[in-house]
């Protein structure tokens, strides 16, 4: 069993629709969740982070995080075809060694999005 | 500022050939990290370096080596390459004060015959 499951769609949505995307984990030491998006043939960049269990929202994305349940999730409001992209969940557990902080970052599949006018 | 760059950005190899992987950053980042991208398995860590000077082993790392030449450079080396190697390698960095933004390259694809 993978640490970090995301169902890879592909996901198509009208625009202006609301898009939900999730994850799941196994892992209960992650401490940090995080969104990033991958436009094609580029490398992925931040989107979103979060720390603990709740949402956190910045401008029309909304990151959530169910500790309980280990469960995420990335809502875009108002979808837009800029939006096309794919995402990824991803999580890390902070470790410390010879005085420096370092993490690994687990990555799910990831879910292609495809936004239409 | 051209923040993490990666050479080449395409190659093609046959079985058993020798290649190394270019990657460097001019943003003073410490951690470094060499990923490999599959469709359907997300990115997965092959190798990583916290500091100059020092490598470790991620979750993928047979059949590749790396070297941290300085702060800067952080290459990937197939001495042998395989088929199953094909895939998309992608370079990051992440500075110090940050446990989660890693920024990254804009890759390498490479198709091993």
């Known amino acids: 069993q993978k640490e970090v499951e995301q169902d890879p769609g592909p996901l198509s949505v009208p625009e202006g629709a609301i898009v939900s995307l999730n994850c799941t984990y196994s892992?209960?030491?992650?401490?940090?969740f995080m969104w990033y998006r991958q436009y094609s043939r580029k490398g992925p960049e931040l989107l979103m982070y979060t720390y603990s269990s709740g949402n956190k929202e910045d401008g029309r994305f909304t990151a959530q995080v169910d500790k309980s349940s280990k469960y995420i999730s990335l809502f875009i409001r108002d979808s837009q075809p800029s939006d096309s992209a794919t995402y990824l969940c991803a999580m890390s557990v902070i470790r410390y060694a010879g005085g420096t902080s370092y993490g690994k970052l687990t990555f799910g599949q990831g879910t292609i999005l495809t936004v239409h006018p | 500022n051209a923040g993490v760059t990666q050479t080449p950005k395409f190659q093609v190899l046959k079985t058993g050939q020798s290649m190394t992987l270019q990657c460097a950053q001019d943003m003073n980042h410490n951690s470094m990290y060499w990923y490999r991208q599959d469709p359907g398995m997300g990115l997965r860590l092959i190798y990583y370096?916290?500091?100059?000077?020092?490598?470790d082993k991620g979750e993928v790392p047979n059949g590749y080596n790396v070297s941290r030449l300085n702060k800067r450079e952080f290459s990937l080396r197939l001495e042998s390459a395989a088929p199953s190697q094909t895939s998309v390698y992608f370079c990051?960095?992440?500075?110090?004060?940050?446990?989660?933004?890693?920024?990254f390259g804009p890759g390498t694809r490479l198709t091993v015959l």
């Open positions: 370096s916290a500091s100059e000077g020092t490598t």
């Open positions: 892992n209960s030491a992650f401490q940090y």
């Open positions: 990051a960095s992440r500075p110090s004060g940050s446990f989660n933004e890693q920024f």
